[in-house]
C-alpha cells in the first residue's frame, strides 16, 4: 500500500494539470482542432478543384480534336464533290464530242446508183451504242418484215458504222442483215452513208458471213428535234 500512494499521486497531479489547461484555454484547445482539419479540407478541396480542371481541359481538348476532324471530314467531302462535278461534266462533254450522231433521224433511202427513192426511214443511234430502225417497205408490197435492232460503234476518223437485223414474214420467212457506214465531217444534226442488205435462210446465222447480198443503198438523214 505504501509502495502504491507515490504513483496515486503523480497520476492526480498530471491529471488535475492538464484538466486545468483545458479548462483555463479552452478557445485555443479548439482553434487548435480547427485549424489541422480546416488545412485538410483546403488541401482537400484544391485537390478536387485541380482534378476538375483537368478533366475539364482534357474535355475541352478532346471536343477541339472532334471539331477539326469534323472540318478535315466535311473539306474532304466537299473535295469529293467538287471532283465528281468537274469529272461529271468531263464525261458529259466527252460523250457530247464522240457521240454527237446520238439520237434519231429520219432518213430518205435510194437505190444505189440510180437514185430512185426505196423507203423512208428513222433511225436511232442510242448513247449506249445500241441501234434501232423502222422501215417504210416494212409492210410490203414484195415483202413483210420486221423493225430492226442492231449495235453501232465510232471509226477513229469520225465516221461510225452499223448492224441490224430484222425479220421477214412467212410464206417468205427468213433474216436480214442490215450493215450501215456512216459518213464522217457531216453537218451538224445530219447523217449520210452507204447500206449493204444480205438475207439468209431462218435457220442461219447471220453474223457468221454468207448470206445474199440482195441490195446496194444510199441515205441521207436528219436529226429529229422537238421544237
Known sequence: MKRLMPFSAVFCICFLVCFGLIVGHPQKAVAHLHMDGGDDRDKNHDKDKDDRDRDHDRGCDQDQDRDRDRDHD???????????????????????????????????????????????????????????????GQGGPSTEFSSQLGAWKRGCDGSATGRTLDFSFPPKAGIARVDYKFDADQPEDTIKGTIVLTTFPLNANPLDGGGTVVGHFEFTGQRIKVP
Open 74 to 136: 466535311r473539306d474532304k467531302d466537299k473535295d469529293k464533290e467538287d471532283e465528281d462535278r468537274d469529272h461529271s461534266r468531263d464525261k458529259d462533254s466527252e460523250h457530247s464530242k464522240n457521240d454527237s450522231m446520238v439520237g434519231s433521224f429520219l432518213t430518205t433511202i435510194v437505190n444505189y446508183g440510180t437514185g430512185g427513192i426505196a423507203s423512208r426511214s428513222v433511225i436511232t443511234l442510242h448513247r449506249d451504242h445500241t441501234m434501232s430502225a423502222i422501215d417504210s
